[in-house]
T-cell receptor, first 115, second 114 residues
Framework: GAGVSQSPSNKVTEKGKDVELRCDPISGHTALYWYRQSLGQGLEFLIY????????KSGLPSDRFSAERTGGSVSTLTIQRTQQEDSAVYLC?????????????FGPGTRLTVT | QKEVEQNSGPLSVPEGAIASLNCTYSDRGSQSFFWYRQYSGKSPELIMFIYSNGDKEDGRFTAQLNKASQYVSLLIRDSQPSDSATYLC??????????????FGTGTKLQVIP
């Protein structure tokens, strides 16, 4: 079946511009996660959605970052007034449920470059 | 103390050898454990999960879990150059904030030498 999809695959933007990153989880998966991975670094948790609500936003690095999920499916991560330190690969993952074993499956990621 | 610790490597093994990757975790209440493989420039891919003490085998991969000692390992038998990647250990750190939060280690880079 279809896996997690993300768009765009690559995004180059100028410092100060806003960007939107999209994630389409595996059908039927209620939990959705956003992570960030800088070059050569580990995964940095950003936000978790259960359905349309976000019980855990603790990883969002600043108020320039926001995310929403509609219809319990597609999620959008928005970065306002982008800075060069926002350059990274943004990964989305989904799982059937975050209340039990929580096996997460990742999308291919969006590589964001802020110039 | 880091919640999930892995040796960053690189771990170099000759082709055909057994590669042993180790991970320790801090939360004694953790119940679910995962291994992800991440090729350079790609996203993490779930390759193994284990929930009970002991060994779990899947093809050339064996996951080993020892909850008393709080470590989980991944053995790769008959290592191939195509196994060269970074392996991430992930642990369900228990019920916090309304859900079972998975914490990832920083990964061990494996190099299989032909």
């Amino acid at each position: 079946g279809a896996g997690v999809s993300q768009s765009p695959s690559n995004k180059v933007t100028e410092k100060g511009k806003d960007v939107e990153l999209r994630c389409d989880p595996i059908s039927g998966h209620t939990a959705l996660y956003w992570y960030r991975q800088s070059l050569g670094q580990g995964l940095e948790f950003l936000i978790y959605f259960q359905g349309n609500s976000a019980p855990d936003k603790s990883g969002l690095p600043s108020d320039r970052f926001s995310a929403e999920r509609t219809g319990g499916s597609v999620s959008t991560l928005t970065i306002q007034r982008t800075q060069q330190e926002d350059s990274a690969v943004y990964l989305c993952a989904s799982s059937l449920s975050a209340l039990t074993k929580n096996e997460q499956y990742f999308g291919p990621g969006t590589r964001l470059t802020v110039t | 103390q880091k919640e999930v610790e892995q040796n960053s490597g690189p771990l170099s093994v000759p082709e055909g050898a057994i590669a042993s990757l180790n991970c320790t975790y801090s939360d004694r209440g953790s119940q679910s454990f995962f291994w992800y493989r991440q090729y350079s420039g790609k996203s993490p891919e779930l390759i193994m999960f284990i929930y009970s003490n002991g060994d779990k085998e899947d093809g050339r991969f064996t996951a080993q879990l020892n909850k008393a000692s709080q470590y989980v390992s991944l053995l790769i038998r008959d290592s191939q150059p195509s196994d060269s990647a970074t392996y991430l250990c992930a642990v369900n750190m228990g019920y916090s904030g309304g859900y079972q939060k998975v914490t990832f280690g920083t990964g061990t880079k494996l190099q299989v030498i032909p």
